[in-house]
């Protein structure tokens, strides 16, 4: 498992004024690029990576599924393809910046938008409202 905490990111200055983006000091368009960890084998992780790089992207934006890595309350899983620490270093290898999309709800098309079955099981909890335990 890659240690999140050491994790290393693409550096740069990024702001934002009337006209747009500026990038290390230069108005530029981001190419940003879908990809999903979590919906390929670990091992095409690079090479995909590598493709959206060679394309002329900057950027991915990923979503970071809850339900796929709390597999049960307090149950966290970061190995083999649930290891998103690895496919992080990998973007930075391939020199794109990530957006990363934490849930708790991210739609995409994934079972309860990525909230754990699990908890369906608490009755005081209230489900895609303002609730304060997230």
């Known amino acids: 498992m890659t240690d999140l905490s050491t994790s290393t990111v693409v550096g740069g200055a990024v702001a934002l004024d009337p006209t747009g983006l500026v990038l290390d000091g230069r108005e530029e368009a981001l190419l940003c690029a879908s990809l999903f960890y979590f919906r390929l084998p670990r091992e095409t992780w690079e090479a995909r990576l590598a493709a959206v790089r060679a394309t002329g992207y900057r950027a991915i934006d990923v979503y970071l599924p809850w339900n796929f890595h709390e597999t049960a309350p307090g149950v966290w899983?970061?190995?083999?393809?649930?290891?998103?620490?690895?496919?992080?270093?990998?973007?930075?290898?391939?020199?794109?910046?990530?957006?990363?999309?934490?849930?708790?709800?991210?739609?995409?098309?994934?079972?309860?938008?990525?909230?754990?079955?699990?908890?369906?099981?608490?009755?005081?909890?209230?489900?895609?409202?303002?609730?304060?335990?997230?």
């Open 77 to 134: 899983d970061f190995e083999g393809r649930r290891d998103v620490g690895a496919f992080l270093d990998l973007a930075h290898e391939a020199g794109l910046a990530v957006i990363a999309r934490p849930g708790p709800y991210i739609c995409s098309e994934w079972d309860g938008g990525a909230l754990p079955a699990w908890l369906g099981l608490d009755p005081d909890l209230r489900v895609r409202q303002a609730e304060p335990r997230f």
